[in-house]
Each structure stands twice: as C-alpha cells, then as structure tokens.
C-alpha cells in the first residue's frame, strides 16, 4: 500500500492551477508562473518599480539578484523584438 500523495494546487490571478514542482529551468512553476504573469502584463514597459520588485520578491520568495537575473534573462530572451531600445551608433574612425 502506497500512501497517497495530494498535490497542492495553487490559484494564480489568471484562474489557472499549478503545484510548485520546480521546472527543468530551475525555479518552481508557480514561481515562473508568476514572473511569467506580471511580464505578461507589463509587456510594454517590463522594469518593474522598487515597489513591484518587493512585491514579486516576497511573493516568489526569491532575492532581489534572483528576481534581477530573472528579468534581465527574460527581456533578452522572450522580449528583444517587443522592447529593444536602440543601440548608440559608435562608429571607430581610423585616421
């Protein structure tokens, strides 16, 4: 006899349900879940502000480095084409 193993679900704004098994990326799926969410939502203009940060942090249990790294990673890896501020043209001129 095995014992029963109950997953607990968590309720995320958007009415999905996720259990907080980490994921093969590393953090948990209802800590993605809830990046993922906010990045969603704040697609426009993804550089949360102090109070958002802190809000995330508490929420996500993760560092600020953490959250910080995580924000960095997804603007360049899921956003460029959405947010890409211009580059400066620095030209080398040779005499």
């Known amino acids: 006899l095995q014992p029963e193993v109950k997953s607990e679900c968590v309720t995320l704004e958007h009415g999905s349900c996720t259990t907080d098994k980490k994921s093969p990326k590393g953090y948990s ?3 993605n879940n809830i990046l993922d969410e906010w990045t969603a939502r704040n697609k426009a203009n993804p550089y949360p502000t102090p109070q ?3 809000r995330l942090m508490r929420e996500t249990g993760l560092t600020k ?3 910080k ?14 947010i890409r501020r211009p580059k400066k043209d620095v030209r080398i001129y040779r005499r």
């Open 52 to 54: 958002d940060k802190l």
């Open 65 to 67: 480095m953490q959250l």
């Open 69 to 82: 790294n995580w924000l960095c990673n997804i603007r360049r890896r899921k956003l460029p084409n959405t």
């Open 29 to 31: 799926t209802r800590v």
